[in-house]
C-alpha cells in the first residue's frame, strides 16, 4: 500500500508538473501536424495489405495466371480471407490493451501502435510463406483500429471544432494512400511476382521512425491530465465515496474493459451506439476486396492508376464530411455519409462492369469509402467518445469498437460463404444494401445529437 502511494504521489507530482508547463503559441499546430503523420501511417496500413493482396497471392500461393477467377486464386483467396474474420475475435483482447490508455496515459500507447503497425508492415514484406503473411496480417489488424491519434485530436481540439479537426487529420492521411498507387507505378511489375513487397519498404521506415519520435515530441492530453491528477488528488475516503456512486451509476473514474461493458449496456445513448455500429459494420467487408475486383476487371498498370485516384477522392469526402458534420451535427452528417457509401459502391460495381476505366473506378471508389469510414469514424469514434466520461473514455471507445466488430464478421461471414456462388462485385451490393439501411434507420430513431457536447462535463446520466 505504502509503495502504491508512493508511486501514485510520485506520478501526480509529475502530472502537476506537465499541467503547468507553457503551451506555445503553435501548440495545437504542432499537435496536429505530428498527429496528421501517424494518421497518414495508420491510413496507409489500413489499406495496403488489401491493394496489394492479388499480388501477395500471386507470388506466395506460386499462381502463374493473373486470373482472378481462377481456382488457383479462390483456393488462395480461401485459405486468406477465413483468417480476415477470425481477426476479429482475435481483437477481443483490444480494449484492454486501449483501457490501459485510461490509466497510462495517451501518450505511450500512441507510440506502441504506431510502431505496432510498421513491424506488422514489415513481417508482410519479408513474408516467405502465406503463415507468416497471415501472421503479420493479424499483427497489423490489431494495431489499426486502436485509433489513438482519433483519441488525442478529440482531447485536444476545441470542442467545437472536433469533428473539423479530426476529419481533415484524416482527409489528409486518405488523401496520402495515394501513395500506395504511386508506390505500386514505381516498383510494381506484372512480370515480377516479388515486386510487390518493395512497396512496404518506406512505410515501414516511416511507421518506425515516427513511433519512436511522437513519445519524445508529443505532449499529454490536457483532458487526461486534468482527470488523472483529479483521482490522483482524492483521499482513500473520497475514492471509496466515488466508487460506491460509479457502482451505481456503471461508470467509473479509472475506466477498465468490463465497467466499460456494463456501462455501454446500462447506457441508453452507447447501447443504441453499438446497435447501429453492429448493422453498418456488416458493410465494410468489401472494402478488403476491391482490388480483385478491379485486377479482374482491368489491366495491373489500369489499377495502379486507380489506386492513386480513389485515395484523392476519399480525401475530399473525407475533410468535407467534417465540416458538415459540425455544422449539421452528426446524425444528418451519418445520413448523407450513409447513401455516398451506397451510391459510389453501385457506381464502382458498374464501372468495373463495363469496362468504364480506372479513372471512373477511382473515383467511384473514393466517393464510397469516402462515406464508408467517414459514417465509422462517427459511429465507432465520434459519438462514443461525445457520449462517455472522461475516465471511461478511452475503454468505451476501444470496447464498444470491438463489439461492433462482430458485425463486420457477419458480413465477412456472408461473404465467404456466398462467393462461391454469386460473383464477387454484386455481393457486395447484396449484403451492404439492407444492412446499411437498417443502419441508419436505428441511427436517426434512437441515438441522441452528440454534436456540442462537453467532453469534461459527461456524466452517466447526460443522454437520459
Request: charged share 15%; with cysteine.
Amino acid at each position: 500500500m505504502k509503495n502504491q502511494m508512493a508511486r501514485e504521489q510520485r506520478e501526480l507530482v509529475r502530472l502537476q508538473r506537465e499541467s503547468r508547463r507553457p503551451k506555445g503559441v503553435y501548440y495545437l499546430l504542432f499537435t496536429m501536424i505530428v498527429l496528421t503523420i501517424i494518421y497518414i501511417v495508420d491510413e496507409i496500413t489500413s489499406n495496403v495489405n488489401s491493394a496489394m493482396q492479388p499480388y501477395a497471392l500471386f507470388d506466395l500461393f506460386k499462381i502463374g495466371s493473373r486470373d482472378v477467377n481462377s481456382v488457383e486464386y479462390k483456393t488462395a483467396i480461401n485459405t486468406v480471407a477465413p483468417w480476415s474474420v477470425a481477426s476479429n475475435l482475435f481483437l477481443i483482447v483490444s480494449p484492454f490493451y486501449k483501457a490501459l490508455s485510461d490509466r497510462f496515459g495517451r501518450r505511450l500507447f500512441l507510440m506502441i501502435n504506431t510502431i505496432g503497425m510498421g513491424v506488422g508492415m514489415l513481417i508482410v514484406m519479408t513474408s516467405q510463406s502465406a503463415v507468416q503473411y497471415i501472421l503479420g496480417m493479424l499483427f497489423m489488424m490489431f494495431f489499426t483500429p486502436n485509433d489513438m491519434q482519433v483519441l488525442y485530436i478529440m482531447e485536444t481540439a476545441p470542442k467545437e471544432k472536433r469533428a473539423t479537426y479530426s476529419f481533415v487529420a484524416k482527409g489528409i492521411a486518405l488523401i496520402s494512400v495515394s501513395l500506395i498507387g504511386v508506390l505500386s507505378k514505381v516498383f510494381l511489375k506484372e512480370d515480377v511476382p516479388t515486386s510487390w513487397r518493395m512497396v512496404y519498404l518506406i512505410p515501414v521506415i516511416v511507421a518506425i521512425v515516427v513511433g519512436a519520435g511522437s513519445y519524445l515530441l508529443m505532449r499529454e492530453t490536457p483532458v487526461f491530465v486534468e482527470q488523472r491528477r483529479s483521482f490522483l488528488s482524492m483521499t482513500p475516503e473520497e475514492r471509496q465515496l466515488r466508487a460506491a456512486e460509479d457502482k451505481k451509476s456503471g461508470t467509473a473514474e479509472q475506466g477498465g474493459v468490463f465497467r466499460a461493458v456494463k456501462f455501454i449496456f446500462m447506457n441508453r445513448q452507447l447501447r443504441w451506439i453499438l446497435i447501429a455500429g453492429f448493422l453498418f459494420f456488416a458493410t465494410t467487408f468489401y472494402t478488403s476486396y476491391y482490388a480483385t475486383v478491379m485486377e479482374g476487371a482491368m489491366a495491373t498498370e489500369l489499377v495502379a492508376v486507380a489506386l492513386i485516384i480513389y485515395p484523392l477522392v476519399n480525401g475530399v469526402v473525407t475533410i468535407t464530411s467534417g465540416f458538415f458534420s459540425d455544422k449539421l451535427g452528426r446524425k444528418k452528417a451519418c445520413l448523407i455519409l450513409g447513401s455516398l457509401a451506397l451510391l459510389g459502391l453501385l457506381l464502382f460495381v458498374l464501372a468495373c462492369r463495363l469496362q468504364w476505366g480506372p479513372v471512373a473506378a477511382g473515383i467511384f471508389y473514393g466517393c464510397s469509402i469516402g462515406g464508408l469510414w467517414s459514417m465509422s469514424d462517427t459511429l465507432i469514434l465520434t459519438m462514443p467518445a461525445e457520449s462517455s466520461p472522461s475516465g471511461m473514455r478511452a475503454s468505451v471507445m476501444g470496447t464498444i469498437s470491438v463489439m461492433i466488430g462482430a458485425g463486420m464478421f457477419i458480413g465477412q461471414a456472408l461473404f465467404i460463404v456466398l462467393q462461391n456462388f454469386v460473383s464477387m462485385d454484386l455481393l457486395f451490393l447484396c449484403i451492404c444494401v439492407p444492412f446499411m439501411a437498417v443502419s441508419l434507420l436505428v441511427l436517426m430513431t434512437k441515438v441522441k445529437e452528440t454534436r456540442d457536447v462537453d467532453l469534461d462535463a459527461i456524466t452517466a446520466e447526460t443522454y437520459d
